[in-house]
């Protein structure tokens, strides 16, 4: 894998007639002691802040960080159950997230990732989710 890579990651929040979200950002790819790091920016959707995103690729986990106007760690492994505070500008949410399932395929040219989870909000269940990232070479998606 290059260095220079693009992020492509899909969720959707099952149950509802709402399109997947899609969001294509740049950004860079490094492999150190056995685990996959993916650093990317996001900006806002009112083209405001940008949120430093880190996506770690262990064997059996993935952890996703968000550093910005919004903060938390994600933590996805295999028919467990993680808690995180998720900061927002608005206040804090305390999120409990329970993993149904975590594919990983890593292949030399990309890694393609699928979660399912539940999530809870504040104790409360709130909906099932799925997510696909596929992180490329930027030079091959630019084509």
Known sequence: MTKEVLVTIEGIQLGTDD????NVSEGTYHYRNGKHYIHFDEVAADG???????????????DITKKGSYN???????NEDSATDYRTPFGNLFLGIHTTMLQVEVKVEEIKIRIHYSLEINDAYVSDNKIRVLIEPKKKAGK
């Open 19 to 22: 399109d997947a979200v899609k």
């Open 48 to 62: 405001g802040a940008i949120t430093k995103n880190t996506i770690k690729i262990s064997s059996n986990q993935i």
């Open 72 to 78: 938390t760690q994600m933590t996805f492994c295999i």
